[in-house]
Protein backbone atom coordinates (compact mmCIF):
# COMPACT_ATOMS: atom_id res chain seq x y z
CA UNK A 1 0.00 0.00 0.00
CA UNK A 2 1.39 3.38 -1.33
CA UNK A 3 1.88 5.84 1.54
CA UNK A 4 0.20 9.40 0.85
CA UNK A 5 2.66 12.58 0.68
CA UNK A 6 1.62 15.82 2.82
CA UNK A 7 2.52 18.96 1.38
CA UNK A 8 3.99 20.74 4.42
CA UNK A 9 2.94 23.85 5.33
CA UNK A 10 5.60 27.18 5.24
CA UNK A 11 5.18 29.52 8.20
CA UNK A 12 6.75 33.29 8.42
CA UNK A 13 10.37 33.39 9.19
CA UNK A 14 11.51 35.42 12.65
CA UNK A 15 12.81 37.80 9.62
CA UNK A 16 9.74 38.43 7.94
CA UNK A 17 7.71 38.70 10.93
CA UNK A 18 10.14 41.78 12.22
CA UNK A 19 9.96 43.27 8.91
CA UNK A 20 6.09 43.19 8.92
CA UNK A 21 6.57 44.77 12.75
CA UNK A 22 8.72 47.14 11.65
CA UNK A 23 6.76 48.83 9.17
CA UNK A 24 3.33 48.67 11.25
CA UNK A 25 5.17 50.89 13.67
CA UNK A 26 6.29 53.06 10.84
CA UNK A 27 2.61 53.72 9.63
CA UNK A 28 1.99 54.07 13.10
CA UNK A 29 4.20 57.09 13.96
CA UNK A 30 3.32 58.30 10.58
CA UNK A 31 -0.67 58.34 11.13
CA UNK A 32 -1.24 59.14 14.64
CA UNK A 33 -0.24 62.54 14.76
CA UNK A 34 -2.25 63.09 11.87
CA UNK A 35 -5.13 61.60 13.77
CA UNK A 36 -4.13 64.05 16.17
CA UNK A 37 -3.86 67.16 14.43
CA UNK A 38 -7.51 66.11 12.54
CA UNK A 39 -8.91 65.93 16.05
CA UNK A 40 -7.25 69.23 16.69
CA UNK A 41 -8.75 70.51 13.32
CA UNK A 42 -12.33 69.48 14.85
CA UNK A 43 -11.92 71.10 17.96
CA UNK A 44 -10.42 74.53 15.99
CA UNK A 45 -13.67 74.24 13.85
CA UNK A 46 -16.31 73.66 16.65
CA UNK A 47 -14.36 76.94 18.83
CA UNK A 48 -14.64 78.79 15.54
CA UNK A 49 -18.09 77.99 15.05
CA UNK A 50 -18.32 79.09 18.69
CA UNK A 51 -16.80 82.47 18.13
CA UNK A 52 -18.60 83.12 14.77
CA UNK A 53 -22.20 82.78 17.46
CA UNK A 54 -20.65 85.57 19.65
CA UNK A 55 -19.20 87.87 16.75
CA UNK A 56 -22.54 88.14 15.08
CA UNK A 57 -23.91 88.25 18.47
CA UNK A 58 -22.03 91.50 19.18
CA UNK A 59 -22.56 92.92 15.44
CA UNK A 60 -26.27 92.97 16.47
CA UNK A 61 -25.98 94.21 20.15
CA UNK A 62 -24.06 97.52 18.43
CA UNK A 63 -26.90 97.96 15.50
CA UNK A 64 -29.59 97.73 18.09
CA UNK A 65 -27.39 100.50 20.21
CA UNK A 66 -26.77 103.11 17.82
CA UNK A 67 -23.10 101.36 16.90
CA UNK A 68 -21.67 101.36 20.38
CA UNK A 69 -19.69 98.43 21.53
CA UNK A 70 -21.02 96.80 24.62
CA UNK A 71 -18.92 98.23 28.18
CA UNK A 72 -16.61 95.45 29.34
CA UNK A 73 -18.05 94.98 33.12
CA UNK A 74 -19.91 96.94 35.07
CA UNK A 75 -21.63 96.53 38.89
CA UNK A 76 -24.92 97.22 39.60
CA UNK A 77 -24.35 96.92 43.42
CA UNK A 78 -22.91 99.06 45.48
CA UNK A 79 -21.83 96.40 48.16
CA UNK A 80 -18.72 93.80 47.45
CA UNK A 81 -20.89 91.45 49.63
CA UNK A 82 -23.50 91.28 46.87
CA UNK A 83 -22.12 91.70 43.46
CA UNK A 84 -23.97 91.67 40.62
CA UNK A 85 -21.72 92.32 37.72
CA UNK A 86 -23.35 93.02 34.23
CA UNK A 87 -20.73 91.93 31.54
CA UNK A 88 -20.40 92.41 27.57
CA UNK A 89 -21.51 88.58 27.60
CA UNK A 90 -24.91 89.34 29.46
CA UNK A 91 -25.32 92.23 27.14
CA UNK A 92 -25.28 90.28 23.85
CA UNK A 93 -26.92 87.55 25.69
CA UNK A 94 -30.50 88.50 24.26
CA UNK A 95 -29.23 87.37 20.57
CA UNK A 96 -27.01 84.10 21.15
CA UNK A 97 -28.93 82.29 24.25
CA UNK A 98 -26.29 80.07 24.88
CA UNK A 99 -23.44 79.50 27.08
CA UNK A 100 -23.99 80.37 31.08
CA UNK A 101 -23.43 83.85 31.58
CA UNK A 102 -22.58 83.33 35.41
CA UNK A 103 -20.41 80.83 37.36
CA UNK A 104 -21.78 81.55 40.77
CA UNK A 105 -18.40 83.45 41.91
CA UNK A 106 -17.36 85.55 39.68
CA UNK A 107 -19.65 86.13 36.88
CA UNK A 108 -17.76 86.26 33.68
CA UNK A 109 -18.77 84.60 30.52
CA UNK A 110 -18.33 80.67 31.17
CA UNK A 111 -20.10 77.34 29.48
CA UNK A 112 -21.41 76.50 25.84
CA UNK A 113 -20.41 78.87 22.93
CA UNK A 114 -17.70 80.73 25.65
CA UNK A 115 -15.97 77.09 26.17
CA UNK A 116 -12.83 76.67 23.93
CA UNK A 117 -13.02 72.52 23.43
CA UNK A 118 -9.53 72.91 23.23
CA UNK A 119 -9.02 74.59 26.46
CA UNK A 120 -7.43 71.92 29.16
CA UNK A 121 -9.51 73.89 32.40
CA UNK A 122 -13.12 73.88 30.89
CA UNK A 123 -13.94 75.22 34.64
CA UNK A 124 -12.01 78.81 34.13
CA UNK A 125 -14.10 81.76 32.79
CA UNK A 126 -12.49 84.25 30.11
CA UNK A 127 -11.36 81.71 27.59
CA UNK A 128 -12.08 84.64 25.08
CA UNK A 129 -11.00 88.01 25.71
CA UNK A 130 -12.34 91.56 24.19
CA UNK A 131 -10.27 94.16 22.90
CA UNK A 132 -9.43 96.55 25.66
CA UNK A 133 -9.30 99.66 24.53
CA UNK A 134 -12.39 99.19 22.56
CA UNK A 135 -14.82 97.45 25.23
CA UNK A 136 -14.65 100.27 28.12
CA UNK A 137 -14.50 99.53 31.86
CA UNK A 138 -17.63 100.31 33.86
CA UNK A 139 -18.11 100.97 37.62
CA UNK A 140 -16.49 98.08 39.70
CA UNK A 141 -18.15 96.97 42.77
CA UNK A 142 -18.60 99.10 45.82
CA UNK A 143 -17.82 102.57 43.85
CA UNK A 144 -19.82 105.00 43.78
CA UNK A 145 -23.10 105.67 42.06
CA UNK A 146 -21.77 108.27 39.79
CA UNK A 147 -18.40 106.51 38.77
CA UNK A 148 -17.15 107.66 35.66
CA UNK A 149 -17.29 104.56 32.79
CA UNK A 150 -14.41 103.99 30.51
CA UNK A 151 -14.02 105.95 26.72
CA UNK A 152 -17.13 104.47 24.99
CA UNK A 153 -16.18 103.77 21.32
CA UNK A 154 -18.72 103.79 18.38
CA UNK A 155 -18.42 101.54 14.93
CA UNK A 156 -17.84 105.11 13.27
CA UNK A 157 -14.50 105.25 15.34
CA UNK A 158 -12.98 102.91 13.53
CA UNK A 159 -11.46 102.74 9.90
CA UNK A 160 -11.40 99.02 8.91
CA UNK A 161 -13.39 97.09 11.21
CA UNK A 162 -13.23 94.03 8.80
CA UNK A 163 -9.36 93.99 9.88
CA UNK A 164 -9.54 95.20 13.43
CA UNK A 165 -9.74 92.38 16.13
CA UNK A 166 -12.20 92.84 18.66
CA UNK A 167 -12.11 89.55 20.50
CA UNK A 168 -9.60 86.60 20.11
CA UNK A 169 -8.92 83.39 22.06
CA UNK A 170 -6.46 83.79 25.61
CA UNK A 171 -4.19 81.35 27.40
CA UNK A 172 -5.49 80.07 31.19
CA UNK A 173 -4.83 82.04 34.20
CA UNK A 174 -3.26 80.27 37.74
CA UNK A 175 -6.56 80.62 39.14
CA UNK A 176 -10.27 79.76 38.91
CA UNK A 177 -10.55 82.67 36.19
CA UNK A 178 -8.91 84.54 33.75
CA UNK A 179 -8.96 88.43 32.32
CA UNK A 180 -11.67 89.63 30.09
CA UNK A 181 -9.95 91.46 28.06
CA UNK A 182 -6.61 90.84 25.94
CA UNK A 183 -3.69 93.78 25.78
CA UNK A 184 -4.07 95.87 23.10
CA UNK A 185 -1.35 98.17 24.03
CA UNK A 186 1.77 98.78 21.74
CA UNK A 187 4.11 97.82 24.24
CA UNK A 188 2.86 94.06 25.05
CA UNK A 189 3.05 93.28 21.52
CA UNK A 190 5.79 94.47 19.54
CA UNK A 191 8.46 97.19 19.29
CA UNK A 192 8.40 100.69 17.69
CA UNK A 193 6.50 100.66 14.13
CA UNK A 194 8.10 103.71 12.89
CA UNK A 195 11.28 104.71 10.60
CA UNK A 196 11.91 108.19 10.43
CA UNK A 197 8.86 108.78 12.17
CA UNK A 198 6.63 107.19 9.27
CA UNK A 199 4.57 103.60 9.90
CA UNK A 200 6.98 100.91 8.58
CA UNK A 201 4.69 98.02 7.85
CA UNK A 202 8.04 95.85 7.44
CA UNK A 203 8.28 96.48 11.10
CA UNK A 204 4.74 95.34 12.35
CA UNK A 205 4.05 92.19 14.08
CA UNK A 206 3.35 90.50 17.47
CA UNK A 207 7.31 89.40 18.65
CA UNK A 208 6.63 90.71 22.29
CA UNK A 209 3.46 89.36 22.40
CA UNK A 210 4.78 85.55 21.47
CA UNK A 211 7.50 85.73 23.50
CA UNK A 212 5.49 86.69 26.11
CA UNK A 213 2.08 84.70 25.54
CA UNK A 214 0.95 81.92 23.77
CA UNK A 215 1.26 79.74 27.34
CA UNK A 216 -1.27 78.46 29.74
CA UNK A 217 -0.36 79.05 33.65
CA UNK A 218 -0.77 76.14 35.84
CA UNK A 219 -4.62 76.52 36.31
CA UNK A 220 -5.69 75.75 40.57
CA UNK A 221 -10.04 75.47 40.70
CA UNK A 222 -8.92 76.90 44.67
CA UNK A 223 -6.89 79.53 43.95
CA UNK A 224 -7.22 83.59 43.45
CA UNK A 225 -5.99 84.40 40.35
CA UNK A 226 -2.21 86.63 40.55
CA UNK A 227 -3.41 88.37 37.58
CA UNK A 228 -0.10 88.66 35.84
CA UNK A 229 -0.64 91.44 33.17
CA UNK A 230 -0.34 90.81 29.42
CA UNK A 231 0.90 87.29 29.50
CA UNK A 232 -0.46 84.05 29.03
CA UNK A 233 -3.83 85.15 30.40
CA UNK A 234 -4.26 88.12 28.24
CA UNK A 235 -2.52 87.69 24.95
CA UNK A 236 -3.25 85.06 21.93
CA UNK A 237 -2.86 81.33 22.57
CA UNK A 238 -2.57 79.35 18.91
CA UNK A 239 -3.97 76.10 20.53
CA UNK A 240 -5.47 75.07 17.52
CA UNK A 241 -2.52 73.21 15.30
CA UNK A 242 -0.50 76.58 15.81
CA UNK A 243 -3.40 78.92 14.79
CA UNK A 244 -5.42 80.89 17.23
CA UNK A 245 -9.19 82.20 16.03
CA UNK A 246 -10.16 85.72 16.65
CA UNK A 247 -13.55 87.83 15.74
CA UNK A 248 -13.11 90.81 13.73
CA UNK A 249 -15.39 94.28 14.77
CA UNK A 250 -17.34 93.38 11.11
CA UNK A 251 -18.07 90.66 13.27
CA UNK A 252 -16.51 87.62 11.53
CA UNK A 253 -14.63 85.00 12.65
CA UNK A 254 -11.22 83.53 11.65
CA UNK A 255 -8.78 81.18 12.06
CA UNK A 256 -4.82 82.86 12.63
CA UNK A 257 -1.63 81.19 12.13
CA UNK A 258 0.93 81.94 14.95
CA UNK A 259 2.52 84.87 14.16
CA UNK A 260 0.47 86.23 11.83
CA UNK A 261 -1.24 88.67 13.66
CA UNK A 262 -0.01 92.06 13.27
CA UNK A 263 -0.40 94.60 15.72
CA UNK A 264 -0.67 98.18 14.10
CA UNK A 265 -2.77 96.39 11.27
CA UNK A 266 -5.08 94.39 13.15
CA UNK A 267 -5.12 95.74 17.20
CA UNK A 268 -4.24 99.73 16.84
CA UNK A 269 -7.26 101.76 17.31
CA UNK A 270 -6.32 105.35 17.85
CA UNK A 271 -9.92 105.77 20.24
CA UNK A 272 -11.21 103.98 23.62
CA UNK A 273 -8.42 103.65 25.89
CA UNK A 274 -5.77 104.93 23.40
CA UNK A 275 -6.92 107.54 22.46
CA UNK A 276 -5.16 110.28 24.84
CA UNK A 277 -2.09 108.43 23.95
CA UNK A 278 -2.79 109.24 20.19
CA UNK A 279 -3.59 112.72 21.24
CA UNK A 280 -0.48 113.69 22.77
CA UNK A 281 1.49 112.55 19.97
CA UNK A 282 3.39 109.61 20.81
CA UNK A 283 1.76 106.68 20.11
CA UNK A 284 2.32 104.68 18.19
CA UNK A 285 5.81 104.75 18.74
Not at 246 to 256: C, E, P, Q, R, T
Amino acid sequence: MALKSHKSVKGFTLIELLVVIAIVAILAAILFPVFAQAREKARGITCLSNMRQIGLGVAMYIQDYDEVFPIAAYCRSNSPEQWDWLFWSDLIDPYVKAGSKNNGRNPLNQGGIYQCPSNPTGWQTGHYGHHLDIFPGGRPCGAPANWQIGFTVSLAEIDSPASKIGLLEKGNNDGWESFTPFAAWQWDWTGSVKTNGEIDLSKDGMATALAKGDCDFIPNQNQIPTWAWAQCSMLPRFRHNATCNVIFLDGHAKAMSRGSIKWYQNIFVPTGTARGFVRDGWYPY
